[in-house]
């Protein structure tokens, strides 16, 4: 069966998590994105848009896929972008300013294929007192292996500073794909190579920032002396 458009099958699934993403409570109408990066195998074209093997392209969510449609996108508004040159290839929308933030995760590490950013609840709570996330959940701490869950110092929204700030952090992870680290006030970034881990490791951080935010409680009331995870004491 014939693509109608290009890169279809990985735009359809991008809509269907954008759904998800918004639907779920995930971000709220101020914002949230996702990217990820296709290095195609084969070159081809559709219609007067030439696909090169073996160069970088990212499918990427519109600039008001909260506010405007509240993540219910169609598969062909997903934008399709040349990441060498940010030029936007097709999709019915127009780039977020916040396309600098993902440009520099690829940048930081060639084996990201996917930036996931959004505005979670219940871990902006962390990001927006500027504290680092304690990591006390099994799945967060061990399956996934998260480490540290850091909070960035602020920097504001869209500006250069903000996306280098990111770049420096993944340089400085050495190779790690699977991160997530919150932005001072502003949010929660997750990279990996893959769409549907990337939106495990934001369902699964969540429950992770508000059982937390109770243990947070529980040790200013002196009821714990510590934070608690997997039969031990954590700072």
């Known amino acids: 069966m014939t693509e109608k458009f290009i890169f279809e099958d990985e735009r359809r ?7 998800l993403f918004f639907d779920r409570n995930r971000t709220n109408v101020a914002g949230g994105n996702i990217s990820e990066k296709i290095v195609p195998e084969k070159s081809f ?10 160069h970088p392209y990212i499918i990427m969510t519109p600039t008001m896929m909260s506010e405007a449609w509240f993540g219910d996108l169609e598969a062909a508004q997903i934008l399709v972008v040349d990441l060498d040159t940010g ?17 520099e995760a690829y940048r930081a590490d060639p084996n990201i294929t ?43 929204a869209c500006t250069k500073d903000l996306a280098d700030i990111v770049y420096k952090e993944l340089k400085a992870r050495d190779g790690q794909v699977d991160n997530m680290f919150l932005l001072n006030s502003h949010g929660v970034l997750i990279t990996s190579n893959d769409l549907h ?10 429950w992770n920032a508000e059982i937390a935010y109770k243990e947070a409680i529980f040790k200013k009331l002196g009821l714990i002396d510590s934070y608690k995870s997997c039969g031990e004491d954590i700072k």
């Open 45 to 54: 074209d559709y219609g007067d848009i030439h696909i090169e093997a073996g």
């Open 13 to 19: 699934d991008m809509a269907r998590i954008a759904h």
């Open 197 to 206: 881990r990337a939106a495990m490791t934001l369902e699964t951080s969540e």
């Open 87 to 103: 030029k936007k290839l097709d999709g019915a929308g127009r780039l977020t300013r916040e396309i600098n933030l993902h440009e």
């Open 114 to 156: 996917v930036v996931y950013h959004s505005h979670a609840p219940k871990s902006m709570f962390w990001a927006t007192i500027g504290q680092d996330e304690p990591n006390v959940t099994e799945i967060t701490r061990v399956q996934l292996g998260l480490g540290k869950i850091k909070c960035l110092p602020y920097r504001e």
